[in-house]
């Protein structure tokens, strides 16, 4: 991590804290909530929703969760993290899942709807694969200015010579490329679209977004539509969360000199050198993602999937059931849940401790 960017000192050690994943996930062995057991005898229904990257993840901790506090029932709405965003500042929802970090535009009305600060902290990590179905082929290398060409219709057709280049020992048949991309706004389509940005910009013109910016191809709805629409159709490619694309085959993308699958192991390398967001509040850990890194090993297209709350609600069960379902989030056994249910990278021992340390900080006015 780039510590030179580190915002500020308000947590103590925020420097040795900077935002470390670790695809391992070692044992948190700076205290803090390493069991889960951060609740018990909890009631009532917690609402939170956003992220459709965080399905399986949710599933993982809900069900455990609850069977830990047997009077509390959890909804997690798959809205898509702009919706989730929306949701929780109108104060329809107690939490929100998102894939990318509240933009500054949107701070001042999250501040208000929580009378006070926000709470965004990193809870899942995942690469995001660039998925295909072409008939006979199980392997192929990109770069990025490839993808980007393709996603922009601009290359059309897979035995197109910049593929073939990459891949002599495929062979890629005269089939027409059909992108897929997300129907719903999409913070995993705003951090596709930013790697595109960032590591192709001559051939990618477009900001990063959470609606997709390129008219035509197939869309679909969330993360499930996506993989469905990718395998039902011959010479698809789509991007989605890469734990939730099952037998899709991948793109190996370029990075240095090198050509990188997407793992928990690249993703954790990734965000390990990337800086952290200057001038946020202590309880605000966003990263900026360094989709440029030449890190060897390294898997630049990723999200780093956050949960956004309040650390101050004016009803006291409210925040005691956001505190406790979200300290088990950020728990060891909560990450451990999600690596061995949805294959993501667990956070660091640092990282989670920190995580940690702020969401025990939810109160009731």
């Known amino acids: 991590m780039n510590l030179k960017s580190i915002r500020r000192t308000a947590v103590p050690g925020i420097a040795a804290l900077a935002l470390l994943m670790s695809a391992c996930g070692a044992s948190n062995e700076d205290g803090g909530s390493d069991n889960g057991d951060s609740a018990s005898g909890l009631s009532g229904n917690l609402k939170g929703g956003g992220a459709t990257s965080q399905e399986k993840a949710q599933e993982a901790w809900k069900t455990a969760f609850q069977g830990q506090n047997d009077g509390l029932t959890i909804d997690y709405a798959l809205l898509g993290s702009t919706d989730g965003r929306s949701q929780f500042t109108s104060g329809a929802l107690s939490f929100a899942g998102s894939d990318s970090y509240i933009a500054d535009e949107e701070l001042d009305a999250a501040k208000e709807r929580c009378s006070g600060n926000v709470i965004e902290v990193p809870a899942y990590i995942s690469s995001i694969a660039i998925a295909f179905n072409v008939p006979d082929v199980d392997t192929v290398n990109l770069d990025a200015s490839t993808i980007a060409k393709i996603f922009d219709g601009k290359i059309t057709n897979w035995n197109d010579k910049a593929i073939a280049d990459q891949n002599p020992d495929a062979t890629l048949p005269d089939l027409k490329i059909s992108p897929v991309h997300r129907a719903d706004d999409s913070g995993t389509t705003k951090n596709f679209t930013d790697y595109l940005g960032k590591v192709a910009s001559s051939d990618w013109g477009y900001e990063a977004e959470d609606a997709f910016p390129v008219s035509g191809g197939l869309s679909a709805e969330g993360t499930s539509g996506v993989v469905k629409q990718i395998g039902d159709v011959d010479g698809a490619i789509g991007y989605a969360d890469a734990s939730q694309t099952g037998d899709l085959n991948v793109v190996s993308v370029k990075v240095g000199e090198e050509y990188v699958a997407p ?61 406790g379902y979200l300290s088990y989030i950020v728990s060891d056994e909560g990450q451990a849940e999600a690596a061995d249910f949805a294959g993501s990278a667990k956070l660091a021992p640092e990282t989670a401790a920190q995580a940690q340390e702020i969401v025990a900080g939810i109160t009731a006015q």
């Not at 890190?295 to 780093?304: H, K, N, Q, S, T």
């Open 263 to 323: 793992s928990p192991e690249g993703a954790a390398k990734t965000v390990a050198v990337s800086p952290v967001v200057e001038g946020r509040d202590a309880t605000d850990i966003a990263v900026d993602v360094d989709r440029n890194t030449t890190e060897a090993g390294a898997y630049p297209v990723i999200l780093l999937s956050y949960l956004i709350a309040c650390e101050t609600y004016e009803d006291q069960a409210e925040a005691d059931n956001v505190k």
